[in-house]
């Protein structure tokens, strides 16, 4: 659970921000995503790879 205490003189806007980003950096949203739909173990496996590959190429074009 994500939370945050508003100080005595803070304003609602400056308490917004820091409780949007408290809640970006703690991966809800992404955790939620991630369990909305069934993705199948070979699909899954198969995105993997292909991040993996992406991953590879860009390491590759950096050292270049």
């Known amino acids: 659970m994500v939370g945050i205490t508003i100080g005595e003189n ?3 806007d400056k308490a917004l921000r820091r409780f949007k980003k408290k809640y970006e950096r703690s991966g809800v ?4 995503k991630k369990r909305t739909f069934f993705v ?3 699909i899954k496996k198969r995105m ?3 991040k993996a590959a992406r991953r590879a190429h860009r ?3 950096i050292i270049e």
């Open 29 to 32: 949203l992404k955790e939620y």
């Open 10 to 12: 803070e304003s609602i």
């Open 48 to 50: 993997e790879k292909m």
């Open 59 to 61: 390491v590759d074009m």
């Open 40 to 42: 199948k173990p070979s």
